[in-house]
């Protein structure tokens, strides 16, 4: 289209100013027109650089949008440095180095202008007197920034869209303080929103930020930002990024559909959320890093993760507060790690959450008040040594386990109440601490306390009732005074006894209660002891058992023909070398480290338990102790932790066995970022340094165990041999239980065994079946179900008591 002509109608006060000229280019009109002239350019390609200086309105024609092309060979199309009006201009650049639109001056309005280039920017703001109004403007520019507002600009956009952009889609830097209402920006190759610098400033309402490679919103270097009404989903990278002192507030706004983090943030920066949703993301949907970080969220709403990691993640220093928040349908809720890290979490509900609704490890914090969690594998787990923190007047329901305190962790639970989980309410293991104050735990499928490792737990005024193990139990030798090991138990009550209260201490005396495990189907009453003030004096070591003995165990144990002859051969491989050696003869090397292969239930942590007292009771190994970890026990959450956890785990097995359940979960088949490998690795130097002083059993599914070792030949080289250890048949089951109920004193009616063998010959054998467990569970059922018939007599005879029918059964599912 050829360039038309320009009618500038003057609208001067004077008589002779009010006249209609026409001008051959914009040029022409521009230099002719005064402030408050009309300047209506006629349709057509103006290949001219436009300068507005004056107050003038520049429009193409009535109801002929793009008509109008501004269209120069280079530089900048159109320059405005007066407040002046333009509108339904359709403006194209092709400089790389040069704005399309660029703004310097004064208050103009830009109004239905449609920018489609290939510049530095699509439109840009520039210089502290500059203060446009935007209004429906689009801008089209695969080559650089769709909207700059730069060094102290300001201005409002309104219903503006930018459809393309080879960086970002709308940038602000030096101080700069636009407003953004309902706009969208989409297709940018960097971020949707991005300020940067100190005094740059951001407001964005009722706008939509989406199909961007970068962030969503980006905003760092001390900038601040506050988006409201606001949408960001569907980007590349993360939802929304804050780095390096940057402040952002989100008020109403919606993050969804994020492959990354969904927000991010780090470096001292802060945000605060207040009725906001996030939902759909694939890594966090919160992740606050670093000293000084820290998130504010107020009655916000995080769900539906469709990756594997922790909706909240709160590490490196940083600081989490949830208020009135809620969390669900995630793998994990919240999870703070590292010393000075620390989470307050207020009237908020964590539910529906596949593994730990609330983890702190590494000397981390995290108080709960007046919170729900429920439907939660782990209630919340404190991990380690120096973590801590509050539960308190909390309820957990529905959990697998309520509360579980490890490895020196020290947590205060107070009037809490753990409600129907179906394992025990509180597991307290590897000298865990913590004190528990005022707890309830109600229809346990397990214990209600449980307590071993001689932990330090103190429990004070709480209560247990339909715990189907027992309220209390202190395993591993309970309480020990004067050494200052095992459990503190006051005024502690349960529904089975009258209850667990100790009897008022002497001066020197520390007063603890233990309660025995009565074997698998109960718990008898708690028992008071009171601590002498005397040492105590240490109980002799059980003496070693011969590799006779030892084996004679694994001879007894139901199946595992392939296995025995398996460990048989490499123990007799072992004695042989051994008995050469001290005939003065070479000896083979014997690899004592061992793959076991096959489905859970069957067997191998027995056999890796005895595989360690028979090369203990031939002199290979100093104890032959047994120390089972997994990934969970190796791999921390940040770069460093996990060299530390292995070596850790690794120290506890010397002299023993180090036995890693799923390792191939060290190894996952879409690793990331994952610290598996660094594991693996630590393990591999280790093996390697100390190789006389622990044998390692790596185990785990026979196709997954393959693909670990082929993946990581560093680690197959290690090893000497595989077992596999096949799934049990229908007869291996049923010995199982035979030897269950021999143990247990009960006896099988006659008919019994016989549908016993029927029951698991139709067992479905699928991915959920226990082999070993499954016989065990099998017979627990029955003795349930026993146990309800025989209530109903009321002289039961020795044979009802001890006899299990084939009606005792449960029902194939």
């Not at 000293?291 to 709403?301: I, K, M, W, Y």
């Amino acid at each position: 289209m050829a360039q038309g002509t320009v009618q500038v109608t003057h609208t001067g006060t004077s008589r002779w100013r009010r006249r209609t000229g026409e001008y051959a280019s914009l040029a022409a009109a521009l230099e002719a027109a005064a402030d408050g002239d009309v300047l209506t350019v006629a349709p057509g390609t103006y290949r001219e650089n436009l300068v507005v200086e004056r107050a003038v309105t520049l429009r193409g024609p009535e109801n002929a949008p793009g008509s109008v092309r501004i269209a120069p060979v280079d530089g900048v199309p159109l320059t405005v440095r007066a407040s002046a009006v333009v509108h339904d201009l359709h403006v194209e650049g092709q400089d790389a180095a040069s704005p399309a639109v660029l703004v310097e001056e004064g208050t103009p309005e830009l109004r239905d202008v449609r920018v489609v280039t290939r510049s530095a920017a699509g439109i840009e703001v520039r210089g502290s007197s500059a203060r446009p109004t935007v209004r429906r403007c689009a801008v089209d520019n695969p080559a650089g920034v769709g909207i700059a507002v730069l060094d102290g600009a300001g201005g409002v956009f309104e219903e503006c869209e930018v459809v393309a952009a080879g960086q970002a889609g709308v940038a602000v830097r030096g101080g700069a303080h636009p407003r953004l209402e309902r706009c969208k920006v989409h297709h940018a190759s960097g971020s949707g929103l991005s300020a940067t610098g100190e005094n740059s400033a951001l407001e964005a309402v009722g706008c939509e930020i989406y199909e961007v490679r970068g962030s969503g919103v980006h905003i760092t270097g001390r900038a601040t930002a506050h988006l409201t009404d606001c949408d960001v989903h569907r980007t590349t990278a993360d939802g929304v990024t804050l780095d390096t002192d940057a402040v952002l507030t989100l008020a109403d706004c919606r993050i969804h559909d994020i492959p990354e983090n969904a927000i991010d943030l780090r470096s001292r920066s802060v945000l605060t959320l207040t009725r906001t949703t996030v939902r759909q993301f694939g890594r966090n949907g919160l992740s606050v890093w670093d000293p000084g970080t820290r998130v504010d969220a107020n009655q916000c709403e995080i769900f539906d993760s469709t990756g594997d990691y922790p909706a909240v993640w709160v590490s490196d220093g940083a600081t989490a507060v949830l208020d009135s928040c809620r969390v669900h349908d995630v793998p994990d809720a919240l999870f703070v790690l590292d010393r000075g890290s620390r989470a307050d979490v207020v009237d908020s509900d964590l539910s529906q959450v596949r593994n730990t609704a609330v983890s702190v490890s590494d000397g981390a914090t995290a108080q709960l008040d007046d919170c729900r969690i429920r439907d939660a594998a782990t209630g919340a787990w404190f991990r380690d040594h120096g973590s801590g923190g509050t539960l308190s007047n909390c309820t957990l329901d529905g959990t697998q386990t309520g509360v579980i305190v490890t490895k020196g962790a020290d947590p205060t639970v107070e009037r809490c109440t753990v409600d129907s989980p179906a394992e025990a309410g509180v597991y307290v293991s590897a000298g865990g601490r913590g004190s528990f104050l005022n707890c309830r735990v109600t229809g346990s499928g397990g214990y209600g306390f449980h307590v071993i490792d001689g932990s330090r737990t103190t429990l004070r005024k709480c209560r247990t009732e339909r715990c189907a193990r027992g309220g209390y139990e202190f395993a591993d030798g309970g309480a020990d005074a004067a050494s200052g090991t095992g459990p503190v138990v006051e005024d502690c009550t349960s529904d089975e006894s009258v209850g667990l209260r100790a009897p008022a201490a002497a001066p020197e005396a520390a007063v603890q209660t233990v309660s025995h495990s009565a074997g698998l189907l109960g718990a008898i009453p708690g028992q008071r002891t009171e601590a002498e003030p005397s040492a105590p004096v240490a109980e002799p070591a059980p003496p070693a058992r011969s590799s006779k003995d030892v084996l004679g165990e694994l001879d007894a144990l139901v199946g595992l023909e392939s296995v025995k002859r398996e460990v048989r051969a490499l123990t007799d491989m072992i004695e042989v070398g051994r008995r050469r050696q001290q005939a003065g003869l070479k000896a083979a090397s014997v690899k004592r480290h061992l793959v076991f292969t096959g489905s859970p239930g069957t067997g191998k942590t027995t056999v890796a338990r005895l595989y360690g007292e028979i090369l203990a009771s031939l002199g290979v190994l100093e104890k032959g102790h047994l120390v089972e970890v997994s990934r969970v026990d190796l791999v921390g959450e940040h770069i460093g932790s996990t060299a530390i956890r292995t070596q850790e785990a690794f120290e506890k097995a010397r002299g023993g066995v180090l036995f890693i359940d799923e390792a191939y979960a060290l190894s996952p088949e879409d690793a990331g970022r994952d610290f598996g490998k660094e594991a693996i690795d630590t393990l591999v130097k280790l093996m390697e340094d100390h190789r006389d002083a622990v044998v390692v059993i790596v185990a785990g599914y026979t196709a997954e165990m393959e693909r670990f070792l082929s993946v990581n030949p560093g680690v197959a080289s290690r090893f000497s041999r595989t077992i596999t250890f096949s799934d049990y048949g229908p007869e291996d089951l049923l010995r199982i239980v035979e030897q269950q109920a021999e143990e247990h004193e009960y006896r099988l009616a006659p008919g019994a065994a016989e549908a016993l063998r029927t029951y698991f010959t139709q067992l479905p054998k699928g991915p959920a079946f226990g082999n070993g467990r499954t016989a065990r569970q099998t017979f627990e059922a029955m003795v349930e179900r026993h146990a309800s018939r025989v209530a109903q007599l009321a002289e039961p005879s020795t044979d009802d008591l001890t006899l299990l029918y084939a009606e005792d059964l449960p029902e194939l599912l």
